[in-house]
Nanobody, 121 residues
Framework: QVQLVESGGGLVQAGGSLRLSCAAS????????MGWFRQAPGKEREFVAA????????YYADSTEGRFTISRDDAKNTVYLQMNSLKPEDTAVYYC??????????????WGQGTQVTVSS
Protein backbone atom coordinates (compact mmCIF):
# COMPACT_ATOMS: atom_id res chain seq x y z
CA GLN A 1 0.00 0.00 0.00
CA VAL A 2 1.29 3.45 -0.93
CA GLN A 3 -0.18 6.78 0.07
CA LEU A 4 0.66 9.79 -2.07
CA VAL A 5 0.40 13.47 -1.15
CA GLU A 6 0.97 16.19 -3.72
CA SER A 7 2.03 19.75 -2.96
CA GLY A 8 3.40 22.80 -4.72
CA GLY A 9 0.44 23.84 -6.81
CA GLY A 10 -0.75 27.42 -7.01
CA LEU A 11 -1.41 30.42 -9.21
CA VAL A 12 1.29 31.54 -11.63
CA GLN A 13 1.46 33.84 -14.62
CA ALA A 14 2.02 32.50 -18.10
CA GLY A 15 5.71 31.93 -18.71
CA GLY A 16 6.34 31.22 -15.04
CA SER A 17 7.44 28.06 -13.26
CA LEU A 18 6.23 25.76 -10.52
CA ARG A 19 7.63 22.63 -8.95
CA LEU A 20 5.20 20.00 -7.78
CA SER A 21 6.18 17.42 -5.20
CA CYS A 22 4.60 14.09 -4.39
CA ALA A 23 5.56 12.45 -1.11
CA ALA A 24 4.96 8.74 -0.74
CA SER A 25 4.50 6.74 2.43
CA UNK A 26 5.94 3.29 2.97
CA UNK A 27 9.28 1.66 2.28
CA UNK A 28 8.38 0.35 -1.17
CA UNK A 29 8.57 3.62 -3.08
CA UNK A 30 11.59 2.54 -5.09
CA UNK A 31 9.71 -0.48 -6.45
CA UNK A 32 7.17 1.70 -8.28
CA UNK A 33 7.32 3.68 -11.45
CA MET A 34 5.79 7.10 -10.91
CA GLY A 35 3.63 9.23 -13.11
CA TRP A 36 2.00 12.63 -13.24
CA PHE A 37 -1.43 13.18 -14.76
CA ARG A 38 -3.68 16.22 -14.95
CA GLN A 39 -7.35 16.92 -15.32
CA ALA A 40 -8.82 20.19 -16.51
CA PRO A 41 -12.49 21.05 -15.90
CA GLY A 42 -14.76 19.10 -18.22
CA LYS A 43 -11.89 17.05 -19.63
CA GLU A 44 -10.55 13.55 -19.14
CA ARG A 45 -7.55 12.94 -16.91
CA GLU A 46 -4.50 12.93 -19.18
CA PHE A 47 -0.94 11.72 -18.96
CA VAL A 48 1.77 14.30 -18.32
CA ALA A 49 5.02 12.48 -17.50
CA ALA A 50 6.40 9.21 -16.14
CA UNK A 51 9.64 7.99 -14.61
CA UNK A 52 10.78 4.41 -14.29
CA UNK A 53 11.56 2.64 -11.01
CA UNK A 54 15.27 3.16 -11.51
CA UNK A 55 14.86 6.73 -12.68
CA UNK A 56 16.82 5.93 -15.84
CA UNK A 57 13.85 6.33 -18.15
CA UNK A 58 11.40 9.18 -18.48
CA TYR A 59 8.56 9.85 -20.89
CA TYR A 60 6.50 12.95 -21.56
CA ALA A 61 3.31 13.91 -23.26
CA ASP A 62 3.91 15.86 -26.45
CA SER A 63 2.30 18.91 -24.88
CA THR A 64 4.80 18.99 -22.00
CA GLU A 65 8.04 17.69 -23.44
CA GLY A 66 10.78 20.29 -23.31
CA ARG A 67 8.96 22.33 -20.65
CA PHE A 68 8.35 19.82 -17.84
CA THR A 69 10.88 17.58 -16.09
CA ILE A 70 10.03 14.62 -13.89
CA SER A 71 12.53 13.36 -11.33
CA ARG A 72 12.58 11.21 -8.22
CA ASP A 73 14.51 11.06 -4.96
CA ASP A 74 14.14 7.60 -3.47
CA ALA A 75 15.92 8.64 -0.27
CA LYS A 76 13.08 11.10 0.32
CA ASN A 77 10.31 8.93 -1.16
CA THR A 78 9.41 11.87 -3.38
CA VAL A 79 8.77 12.47 -7.05
CA TYR A 80 8.91 15.95 -8.56
CA LEU A 81 7.50 17.71 -11.59
CA GLN A 82 9.37 20.85 -12.57
CA MET A 83 7.14 22.91 -14.83
CA ASN A 84 8.64 25.77 -16.83
CA SER A 85 7.24 28.10 -19.48
CA LEU A 86 3.75 27.48 -18.19
CA LYS A 87 0.78 28.20 -20.42
CA PRO A 88 -2.87 28.87 -19.55
CA GLU A 89 -3.73 25.49 -21.08
CA ASP A 90 -1.62 23.83 -18.37
CA THR A 91 -4.28 24.83 -15.86
CA ALA A 92 -5.58 21.66 -14.21
CA VAL A 93 -5.56 19.54 -11.11
CA TYR A 94 -2.32 17.57 -11.14
CA TYR A 95 -2.17 14.06 -9.74
CA CYS A 96 0.76 11.81 -9.02
CA UNK A 97 0.44 8.07 -9.30
CA UNK A 98 2.46 4.95 -8.46
CA UNK A 99 2.46 1.72 -10.42
CA UNK A 100 3.94 0.39 -13.65
CA UNK A 101 5.83 2.51 -16.13
CA UNK A 102 3.41 3.73 -18.77
CA UNK A 103 1.15 6.45 -20.08
CA UNK A 104 -2.20 4.85 -19.35
CA UNK A 105 -4.14 5.50 -16.16
CA UNK A 106 -4.66 1.76 -15.85
CA UNK A 107 -0.90 1.24 -15.39
CA UNK A 108 -1.05 2.95 -12.00
CA UNK A 109 -2.42 1.45 -8.80
CA UNK A 110 -2.19 4.34 -6.34
CA TRP A 111 -3.18 7.98 -6.71
CA GLY A 112 -2.80 11.17 -4.75
CA GLN A 113 -5.59 13.63 -4.04
CA GLY A 114 -4.32 16.20 -6.52
CA THR A 115 -3.01 19.75 -6.40
CA GLN A 116 -4.45 22.69 -8.35
CA VAL A 117 -2.28 24.53 -10.85
CA THR A 118 -3.70 27.71 -12.35
CA VAL A 119 -1.85 29.65 -15.05
CA SER A 120 -3.13 33.14 -15.76
CA SER A 121 -2.68 34.83 -19.13
Amino acid sequence: QVQLVESGGGLVQAGGSLRLSCAASGRTFSTYAMGWFRQAPGKEREFVAAISRSGDSTYYADSTEGRFTISRDDAKNTVYLQMNSLKPEDTAVYYCAAGSYGTSRSAYDYWGQGTQVTVSS
